[in-house]
């Protein structure tokens, strides 16, 4: 449950809600192109979604809708059916633009220090759009903004945390400097989300 004295979260109506989830998806899925250019990795659910995809060559979008069904149980009990519909949907778009965009669009394989800041930016950017909008990508993002509004500890942080054991895995799988720049890339990410996204402008539901 929200602290009792917590700031009403500004209101959006719901064409400002639709758009805001399909340019947050958006960005997200392009940034997911970019990293996969560079052959890089990244951490939340995301990063879990593309370690398993690797080797099984099952696809990204399926594993990582898998992954996020267990936390919308969070999501309705602490943070409303709303919030978890919102989810929900954000998930599914990511999920399918992340697999249908190589099909209208190839990009060349670029320097992992680029595809790392690309992503960083595109990602967090995005993300920033949807946390503005009540919605998450699901799975560490749920528990992210749940912590943020219920004690103020950073959204980006718990992610961040996150990421540091999903990289620690990635290592095991991944020639170190590959782990090095895609966790550039988290930190950028991150970061955008720590500086940018704060409890007193918006919260998780009203």
Same mark, same amino acid.
């Given at each position: 449950m929200l602290l009792l004295d917590s700031p009403p979260a500004e209101s959006?109506?719901?064409t400002e809600d639709v758009q805001g989830?399909?340019?947050?998806?958006? *960005? #997200?899925? *392009?940034g997911m192109q970019f990293l996969r250019a560079s052959e890089l990795v990244t951490g939340q659910i995301a990063g879990l979604a593309l370690l398993i995809s690797y080797p099984t060559g099952w696809t990204f979008g399926a594993i990582f809708f898998l992954l996020n069904l267990p936390f919308y149980w969070l999501a309705i009990r602490q943070l409303g059916w709303r919030f978890a519909?919102?989810?929900f949907c954000a998930v599914a778009l990511m999920s399918s633009m992340v697999d249908a965009m190589p099909l209208v669009l190839q990009i060349n394989p670029v320097h992992p220090a680029l595809g790392a800041t690309l992503f960083g930016i595109l990602a967090g950017i995005g993300l920033l759009?949807? &946390?503005r909008h009540g919605a998450t990508l699901g799975g560490v993002g749920i528990v992210a903004l749940w912590l943020q509004d219920r004690n103020g500890f950073k959204a980006g942080?718990?992610?961040?945390? &996150?990421?540091l054991g999903v990289f620690a895995i990635a290592l095991l799988l991944f020639p170190w400097p #590959? #782990?090095?720049w895609s966790l550039m890339g988290a930190v950028i990410l991150n970061g955008?989300?720590?500086v940018n996204h704060r409890r007193d402008r918006y919260i998780a539901r009203s």
């Open positions: 959006h109506t719901l989830i399909l340019i947050g998806t958006t *960005l #997200v899925a *392009l519909v919102k989810n759009s949807l &946390f942080n718990t992610q961040l945390l &996150f990421d #590959v #782990v090095a955008i989300i720590t």
